[in-house]
C-alpha cells in the first residue's frame, strides 16, 4: 500500500489523480491533501479519502473548512507552513507536486527534503530552480514527471544510457491559435484562450499552452529532468495531441510514446512506477486517427516559445523571472487588463531589464522572483495608462 499526500488536490491534476487511486484502493492510500482556496471540493475529498492532515493556502478558506468539517480526525491546516506540513508528512512514500504556478516551490523542496519520492505535474518548481532542486534530491528521492510529453521521453528512456540520447523532441498541440491570423491576437479574449482543442486543464496552463509559453517551461523542465543541453532540446507542433514525446538516439533511432491526450494515463504511471496499472480508459486507435502530422513551431508568431529559450541560455535566475513576469501577465489577461499578444511583450520587458545574477540557493530565486513580479505588475499599469479610456 503506497501512500500518497497530494498537493493541489482541488486542480485539474489532483481531481484525475484521485480518480485513478479511487480505482485502486488496494495500492494506494491518501494520507494528505493540500489545495489553494476551494475549500468545499477539498471537503468533499477529505470525507472520501479520509487523509490526516487537510491543507488551504487560504486561511479564509482554512477557517471555514475548519467549521465545516465532519470528520474531527482530520487536522487542518493553512498557510505555506500548512501546505508544507502536508508535504512533508512523515507517513508519505509520494508527493504529488500539483500546485499551480511559484507557490507549489517551497513545498516541493520540503518534500524533497524529507525524502519523498516526488510525482512533478508543476512545472515552475524546475523551470525557476532546476539545478538546485535537482541537487537537492540526488540521492534522497526519485523525482518522477507527471507532465504527458516529459513521461514519454522518461518511458522512452527505459534501459537507455544517457550518452545513446542525441535530441529530445517535445510535441505541442499548437493551441486553440494554431492558424489564427497573427493580426487579430489583440481581439482573442479569455474565453477563446480557454478552449484548448485537446486536453482539459487549468485555466492558467491553458493560457499558457496557447501562448506556447508552456512548451517553453517543459523545455527547461527537460533539462533538468533528463540533463540534457538546451540545443539538443526541440519543439515540434503535432497538432493531434497522439505522440507525447519522442528521444532521438546517435544511432539514428526515434523512440516515441504514443496514447489518448488524457492525463490520467501519465499520472498512472508516476503513481505506480516502474510498474504499470491497469485502466478502462479508451485505447488508442490509430485506425480512426489516420493521420499524424508535425510542423516546425512558428516563434514569430508566438514569442513565448523564444522567449523561454532565451531564458534557459542566460539561465541563473533569469528562468525564474521568466516565470514570474508569465504569472502576472497571464492573470493580467485573464482579468482583462491586457491583450492577448501583451503576454510576451511584458514578459520581454522584463527579462530586458533584469539583471542576471547567481542562483546558488533558493532565497536567490525568491528575491528575482519578487523583483519580476513588482516590474511586470507596474508594466501592466503603464499599459492600462497608456489605453484610451
Same mark, same amino acid.
Given at each position: 500500500m503506497k501512500k500518497?499526500?497530494?498537493?493541489?488536490?482541488?486542480?485539474?491534476?489532483?481531481?484525475?489523480?484521485?480518480?485513478?487511486? /479511487?480505482?485502486?484502493?488496494?495500492?494506494?492510500?491518501?494520507?494528505?491533501?493540500?489545495?489553494?482556496?476551494?475549500?468545499s471540493l477539498l471537503q468533499s475529498q477529505i470525507d472520501r479519502f479520509k487523509p490526516k492532515i487537510a491543507a488551504l493556502f487560504n486561511e479564509k478558506s482554512s477557517d471555514k473548512l475548519k467549521k465545516t468539517i465532519k470528520d474531527k480526525?482530520?487536522?487542518?491546516?493553512?498557510?505555506?507552513?500548512?501546505?508544507?506540513?502536508?508535504?512533508?508528512?512523515?507517513?508519505?512514500?509520494?508527493?504529488?507536486?500539483?500546485?499551480v504556478g511559484a507557490a507549489g516551490l517551497i513545498p516541493t523542496i520540503s518534500a524533497i527534503k524529507a525524502k519523498k519520492d516526488i510525482a512533478l505535474a508543476n512545472k515552475e518548481t524546475l523551470v525557476m530552480a532546476g539545478e538546485i532542486v535537482m541537487r537537492e534530491a540526488e540521492g534522497k528521492c526519485r523525482i518522477i514527471p507527471v507532465d504527458s510529453e516529459h513521461s514519454a521521453i522518461f518511458q522512452s528512456l527505459t534501459g537507455e544510457k544517457r550518452e545513446s540520447i542525441r535530441k529530445l523532441i517535445l510535441t505541442a498541440s499548437g493551441g486553440p491559435f494554431r492558424?489564427?491570423?497573427?493580426?487579430?491576437?489583440?481581439?482573442?479574449?479569455?474565453?477563446?484562450?480557454?478552449?484548448?482543442?485537446?486536453?482539459?486543464?487549468?485555466?492558467?496552463?491553458?493560457?499558457? /499552452?496557447?501562448?506556447?509559453?508552456?512548451?517553453?517551461?517543459?523545455?527547461?523542465?527537460?533539462?533538468?529532468?533528463?540533463?540534457i543541453a538546451d540545443?539538443?532540446?526541440?519543439?515540434?507542433?503535432?497538432?493531434?495531441?497522439?505522440?507525447?514525446?519522442?528521444?532521438?538516439?546517435?544511432?539514428?533511432?526515434?523512440?516515441?510514446?504514443?496514447?489518448?491526450?488524457?492525463?490520467?494515463?501519465?499520472?498512472?504511471?508516476?503513481?505506480?512506477?516502474?510498474?504499470?496499472?491497469?485502466?478502462?480508459?479508451?485505447?488508442?486507435?490509430?485506425?480512426?486517427?489516420?493521420?499524424l502530422s508535425f510542423e516546425k513551431p512558428d516563434t514569430e508568431k508566438f514569442p513565448c516559445l523564444k522567449l523561454a529559450f532565451e531564458s534557459l541560455?542566460?539561465?541563473?535566475?533569469?528562468?525564474?523571472?521568466l516565470n514570474a513576469s508569465n504569472e502576472v501577465a497571464v492573470n493580467a489577461f485573464l482579468n482583462s487588463e491586457i491583450s492577448f499578444n501583451e503576454i510576451p511583450e511584458i514578459i520581454k520587458q522584463t527579462m530586458n531589464a533584469h539583471k542576471v545574477s547567481h542562483a546558488k540557493e533558493i532565497s536567490d530565486i525568491?528575491?528575482?522572483?519578487?523583483?519580476?513580479?513588482?516590474?511586470?505588475?507596474?508594466?501592466?499599469?503603464?499599459?492600462?495608462?497608456?489605453?484610451?479610456?
Open positions: 500518497i499526500s497530494i498537493l493541489g488536490s482541488t486542480g485539474s491534476i489532483g481531481v484525475n489523480a484521485l480518480d485513478v487511486i /479511487s480505482r485502486h484502493p488496494d495500492k494506494f492510500q491518501i494520507v494528505a491533501l493540500a489545495a489553494g482556496e476551494n475549500d480526525n482530520v487536522k487542518i491546516v493553512s498557510g505555506v507552513d500548512g501546505v508544507i506540513e502536508a508535504a512533508t508528512i512523515r507517513e508519505a512514500d509520494m508527493v504529488i507536486s500539483a500546485i492558424n489564427y491570423p497573427e493580426e487579430q491576437f489583440k481581439d482573442i479574449k479569455p474565453e477563446d484562450a480557454l478552449k484548448h482543442p485537446n486536453w482539459r486543464m487549468g485555466q492558467k496552463i491553458t493560457i499558457d /499552452s496557447a501562448t506556447l509559453m508552456n512548451k517553453g517551461f517543459e523545455v527547461i523542465e527537460a533539462k533538468w529532468l533528463f540533463g540545443e539538443n532540446i526541440e519543439v515540434l507542433i503535432h497538432p493531434q495531441s497522439i505522440i507525447h514525446s519522442l528521444v532521438e538516439f546517435i544511432d539514428g533511432s526515434v523512440l516515441a510514446q504514443l496514447g489518448i491526450p488524457d492525463m490520467r494515463i501519465p499520472i498512472s504511471y508516476a503513481l505506480n512506477y516502474p510498474d504499470r496499472l491497469e485502466n478502462t480508459l479508451p485505447s488508442l486507435n490509430l485506425a480512426e486517427v489516420k493521420n541560455k542566460k539561465g541563473e535566475t533569469m528562468p525564474a523571472v525568491l528575491k528575482a522572483d519578487r523583483w519580476a513580479r513588482e516590474y511586470a505588475k507596474t508594466e501592466i499599469q503603464k499599459s492600462k495608462e497608456q489605453k484610451p479610456n
